[in-house]
């Protein structure tokens, strides 16, 4: 698939590009060129590939699920306004 220098103007101009008349051969050209690697791209045979999750075959180090703060709630509470069961108690603020 080509495109053609009318359509590369209303694609500038869509993008709100300004590109003057000296520049609209050299973007129709690499149009055209991202366009048919595309092309090339699809042409290639994927049948019984599995599409993979990330591009690098690599796995996440994971940190173990461990509790590494104290429990400080009564702390932070102690000095709040309002407290009722472990809930901080604020004005409401919608009617």
Do not use: C
Request: aromatic content about 2%; glycine content about 4%; overall charge negative.
């Amino acid at each position: 698939m080509a495109l053609e220098r009318s359509e590369v103007e209303k694609i500038a101009h869509l993008a709100r590009l300004g590109l003057s008349d000296s520049e609209l051969p050299q973007t129709t050209a690499t149009l055209n060129s991202i366009l048919g690697l595309i092309d090339n791209m699809q042409a290639v045979d994927t049948t019984g590939i599995e599409p993979l999750a990330h591009p690098l075959e690599t796995t996440q180090r994971l940190r173990a699920d461990a509790v590494t703060e104290a429990n400080q709630r009564d702390a932070y509470q102690a000095i709040a306004p309002a407290v009722e069961s472990g809930l901080y108690l604020v004005p409401k603020v919608i009617e």
